[in-house]
């Protein structure tokens, strides 16, 4: 099975049961660890550095998802497979979810940059820009199946 139909047919088995709407985000990040680790070559000694620098990195990453989430329901914004009907909601709204939108970007982007600063420090480069190649290319794959399991998640 082509890997771009396996995380197809994983996601969906996520999508499909009670575990992936309970914990959206954190089952994401566990799906995103899984391929980089079964598509990622990486030598004896860089395995744990990098684990080390990349499973943090993904915790950060899905709780600044799940705040934003949070800040969103706590201000009645719903939405559906990532979108938003903004004609229903209020100004006060549009502006949260516009203010969180900018926030969570800002967020992520430090987040993106601890990580490329620490991963460059234990990674040759080639493994490196292998990593965001692999890591753009499961982004690619899950995009529309997973929209809206983590608030605004990359584009």
Same mark, same amino acid.
């Given at each position: 099975?082509?890997?771009?139909?396996?995380?197809?047919?994983?996601?969906?088995?996520?999508?499909?049961?009670?575990?992936?709407?309970?914990?959206?985000?954190?089952?994401?990040?566990?799906?995103?660890?899984?391929?980089?680790?079964?598509?990622?070559?990486?030598?004896?000694?860089?395995?744990?550095?990098?684990?080390?620098?990349?499973?943090?990195?993904?915790?950060?990453?899905?709780?600044? $998802?799940?705040?934003?989430? &949070?800040?969103?329901l706590k201000n009645?914004? +719903?939405?559906? =497979? /990532?979108?938003?009907?903004?004609? *229903?909601?209020?100004?006060?709204?549009?502006?949260?979810?516009?203010?969180?939108?900018?926030?969570?970007?800002?967020?992520?982007?430090?987040?993106?940059?601890?990580?490329?600063?620490?991963?460059?420090?234990?990674?040759?480069?080639?493994?490196?820009?292998? $990593?965001?190649?692999?890591? &753009?290319?499961?982004?690619?794959?899950?995009? +529309?199946?997973? =929209? /809206?399991?983590?608030t605004h998640e *990359?584009?």
């Open positions: 099975m082509p890997p771009k139909h396996f995380i197809s047919f994983i996601l969906f088995i996520f999508l499909s049961s009670s575990v992936f709407a309970q914990d959206d985000c954190q089952s994401i990040m566990l799906i995103k660890r899984n391929f980089i680790e079964r598509n990622l070559t990486l030598s004896e000694t860089e395995q744990k550095p990098f684990w080390d620098v990349y499973n943090p990195y993904l915790k950060e990453e899905s709780e600044i $998802f799940e705040a934003s989430k &949070a800040l969103l009645n914004i +719903e939405r559906n =497979k /990532g979108r938003v009907d903004y004609l *229903k909601l209020t100004d006060k709204q549009l502006y949260v979810l516009m203010e969180d939108r900018i926030n969570t970007k800002e967020q992520l982007l430090k987040l993106e940059k601890k990580l490329y600063d620490q991963l460059k420090k234990i990674l040759p480069a080639k493994t490196l820009y292998n $990593f965001y190649q692999i890591e &753009a290319r499961f982004k690619a794959d899950i995009k +529309e199946e997973a =929209k /809206g399991a983590c *990359k584009k």
